[in-house]
């Protein structure tokens, strides 16, 4: 069963500003913030992760 569920246009908005790091803006719905915040939450999470696996495997010394 295909899945029809487009993003609003504030919800598009909020992913991309997400994406760029930009900061939320003041109008959007309760969805486009659910999707900022959400976005920015798996984003540093998975920056976290690759940080983690890089200080692990000696590619990330402090001062660099």
């Not at 760029?20 to 900022?36: D, H, I, L, M, Q």
């Not at 984003?43 to 690759?50: Q, T």
């Amino acid at each position: 069963m295909v899945n029809h569920n487009y993003l609003t246009h504030d919800e598009q908005q909020a992913a991309e500003a997400a994406f760029t790091n930009k900061p939320p803006a003041e109008g959007w719905s309760e969805a486009g913030k659910r999707v900022y915040w959400g976005l920015v939450a798996a984003i540093k999470e998975r920056d976290r992760k690759l940080l983690q696996v890089a200080v692990g495997s000696g590619q990330y010394s402090e001062g660099q």
